[in-house]
């Protein structure tokens, strides 16, 4: 793939549980291109996050432990960075928002005190001005109505759309080339989620950035990215472009996540997948799906599957396809 910002290779990883081991990522492997809008989708606990703490260099260890793989931002691997590094990669390359924007925001300081540390760690101003003022622009460009007000203000004492817009104020306060929006918005009402996606959206675009987009919602995927990638239980099941994955879902986990979407001129109610994402304690041999998997067969069981291009850019990890392919 030509001018790849982000370059993600067979990643494992496993946290450190009473007992063993949970192994929760089994080599993901996704590329993110300059400027472009990348969706990640897959049930709750198969990894997405994980996956995305891991490359920001934040997975907490222990309990998680890198088992193997590799991930290179601009070239650079991220994975053996030393922490003044890392520091420097989080300040210039990559930022996050948090899944939970309560728990991103101190409640005990102040929306500035948090925004003006961030921008100083960022950029390293030290005059209190200068550093004010870019927090007041980072508010404004989030459209926050009366920056000043909300930079006095406690967390607690702004509504769960602000929070986000302020989470938003925070990971864009400073240039960046590559933005993981890790479900942006879900706690709150569709109009504000769709607001919060918008002002990302003109963000990125303004700002030249990359995006990662997480999110449960594929009518939110559909509408704001290029390119999906399809997770299940730590693997990538499918990648295609956004309009191909949906015109024509080849795994059968990615079929069964279309149909558990309610049509509204649709026959009723979605149907859901049968059985639910598997132990990571022991998780299935073999292709993790399988236990779930509609066209299961002897080699599912005995093999995991590898991502093989059907059609360009659209690959799918399933032995229904190519089988003779995998190694
Ligand atoms: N610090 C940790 N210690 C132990 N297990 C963890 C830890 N963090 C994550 N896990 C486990 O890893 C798995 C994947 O979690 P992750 O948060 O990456 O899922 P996700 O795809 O982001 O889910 P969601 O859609 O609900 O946000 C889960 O089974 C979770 O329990
Ligand atoms: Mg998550």
Redesign the pocket.
């Known amino acids: 793939m030509q001018d790849v910002l982000l370059d993600v290779q067979d990643l494992v990883v496993h946290f450190r549980v009473y007992g063993g081991y949970l192994k929760v990522l089994d080599g993901v492997t996704l590329q993110v291109r300059h400027q472009e809008r990348v969706g990640l989708v897959g049930e709750?606990g198969c990894g997405?996050?994980?996956t995305?703490k891991t490359i920001m260099g934040i997975l907490p260890k222990p309990p998680g432990v890198v088992r193997g793989g590799r991930i290179l931002f601009k070239g650079r691997d991220v994975l053996s960075m030393r922490p003044q590094e890392l520091e420097h990669l989080r300040r210039s390359g990559i930022s996050m928002i948090f899944?939970d924007p309560t728990a991103a925001l101190n409640p005990v300081f102040t929306v500035g005190e948090q925004l003006e540390d961030a921008i100083r760690y960022a950029l390293g101003k030290r005059d209190h001005a200068s550093v004010r003022e870019v927090a007041l622009s980072a508010l404004q460009s989030v459209a926050l109505p009366d920056p000043p007000r909300i930079l006095e203000s406690y967390p607690v004492q702004l509504s769960g759309g602000m929070r986000q817009r302020v989470c938003i104020a925070l990971a864009l306060a400073c240039p960046k080339e590559l933005l993981i929006a890790?479900?942006p918005g879900t706690s709150l009402d569709v109009t504000i989620q769709d607001q919060i996606l918008r002002l990302i959206h003109r963000l990125a675009e303004e700002r030249k950035m990359a995006v990662i987009l997480?999110s449960h919602s594929l009518g939110v995927i559909r509408e704001w990215t290029e390119r999906v990638y399809v997770m299940y239980a730590g693997t990538i099941v499918e990648e295609a472009k956004t309009g191909e994955l949906f015109a024509r879902p080849l795994h059968p986990y990615t079929e069964a996540l279309m149909r558990c979407v309610p049509k509204l001129t649709g026959t009723g109610i979605a149907e859901g997948i049968p059985g639910r994402i598997p132990d990571y304690f022991d998780p299935p041999s073999g292709c993790r799906f399988h236990p779930r998997c509609p066209h299961c067969m002897d080699i599912c069981r005995q093999r995991k599957p590898q991502l093989f291009p059907v059609d360009g850019d659209h690959r799918v990890a399933c032995f229904l396809f190519g089988r003779d392919s995998h190694g």
């Open positions: 709750t997405k996050t994980t995305m899944q890790d479900e997480i």
